[in-house]
């Protein structure tokens, strides 16, 4: 079966401290792999995507992400958060079988001031 | 120039009412999407529509009855609440295909009395 695992639900961390959630995944055939953000009582934004080439991939406020094959994992950094990075994070799998979506529990960080 | 917008944004209402959520995209996308977000903030796709076709219907009660008049607008219809169906509903959308992005609404947080 496939499926999404983000194995810490909340991440606590210092102003200006590296960051990195984790997300796994099981599968048996191609996924495209996607992180997204959603801050208090919005919808959810998306912060970087992988489906092919370079593994490591670059989004929007400095975050990043590395695709490892072998550890079926897309784990998501940012050397230096900030406050406004307060938010809950879900890493979402779609595979190539299909368009459809599996999204992880969350995380949600906190930073500390 | 809201890309995808839901209304109402907040809705509480009585157990046994039936209400319907509206969503509306100005992208031109061909897929739209229903996902169901529980206190936890756990993300579970309710529905999938493309081009007012249903393509994906998951495990939910028929009280829930998507409704696509054109390929820019998907509604949600739910008879009879329950206490249970107490949620933020988060309407989104795509173009089809393998690893496209989806584009979120702000989400309608629905309260059942």
């Known amino acids: 079966a496939q499926s999404v695992t983000q194995l810490d639900s909340q991440v606590p961390v210092f102003e200006e401290a590296p960051v990195e959630l984790r997300c796994n995944y099981s599968?048996?055939?191609?996924?495209?792999l996607f992180w997204y953000v959603q801050y208090p009582n919005q919808g959810l934004q998306l912060l970087l995507k992988y489906l092919s080439g370079s593994t490591l991939v670059k989004g929007i406020n400095g975050f990043e992400a590395e695709f490892n094959k072998s550890q079926t994992s897309f784990h998501l950094r940012k050397p230096s958060v900030h406050i406004s990075d307060t938010a809950e994070y879900f890493c979402?799998?779609?595979?190539?079988?299909?368009?459809?979506?599996?999204f992880g529990t969350g995380t949600s960080l906190t930073v500390i001031p | 120039d809201t890309a995808v917008s839901q209304t109402p944004k907040y809705l509480v209402t009585q157990m046994g009412n039936d209400k319907s959520i509206k969503c509306e995209q100005n992208l031109g996308h061909d897929t739209m999407y229903w996902y169901k977000q529980d206190s936890k903030k756990f993300l579970k796709i309710m529905f999938s529509y493309n081009n007012k076709e249903l393509i994906i219907n998951e495990t939910v009660p028929n009280r829930f009855s998507p409704k696509s008049p054109d390929k820019a607008h998907l509604n949600l219809h739910i008879n009879s609440l329950e206490l249970g169906d107490s949620a933020v509903y988060f309407c989104?959308?795509?173009?089809?295909?393998?690893?496209?992005?989806?584009?979120f609404g702000p989400g309608t947080r629905l309260l059942v009395l």
């Open positions: 599968s048996s055939v191609s996924v495209y």
């Open positions: 989104a959308s795509s173009q089809p295909g393998r690893g496209e992005t989806q584009y």
């Open positions: 979402a799998v779609s595979w190539s079988a299909g368009g459809q979506f599996y």
